[in-house]
């Protein structure tokens, strides 16, 4: 398993970096399997919709095909509905742990629910690369980038 950062799945779905949309092809075939949080998956619809609205993509096949992927059986959600329906990204990125860790880390308060999220299921991130060797040695976080996950997957 691996957690994906936003901007992998906000690339994939508007098709703005092919390496990104090869990524998704292979969750989709089964190859990489996705931890999703609701915290992503709000990013996720959130950033899609918005660029998405810009270009005048289509919103409905946008998120039929943002659910459609996360409802995958190999894609792990940690989320209900519910939890997706109440989820406010800001409450989280203000949550005094997220904040703490972020001070920790020095990194954006936004990106430590990612971290918590590959440290809960010891799984790689891709993400946070400037920040690899520190959240390593601190949380032992295998920290990765998109051409790193290809070759792994």
Known sequence: MIVLDSCIWIH????TDE???SLI???LSGDVKP?????????VINNVLKEGNKKK???DKLQTAIWSIFREPFVKTTFTPLDFEMMV????????EYCALATALSIEPK????VVLA????VPLRSLLSMKEKIGQLIKVDVIDVDEALSIY
Do not use: H, N
């Open 35 to 43: 931890v999703v949080s609701p915290y992503i998956a709000m990013e």
């Open 119 to 122: 440290y809960q299921y010891a």
């Open 89 to 96: 990204l800001e409450e989280v990125r203000s949550r005094p």
């Open 25 to 27: 092809k292979k969750v």
């Open 19 to 21: 390496r990104c949309v």
């Open 111 to 114: 990106d430590a629910p990612l």
């Open 57 to 59: 993509y289509d919103l």
């Open 12 to 15: 994939a779905f508007l098709g």
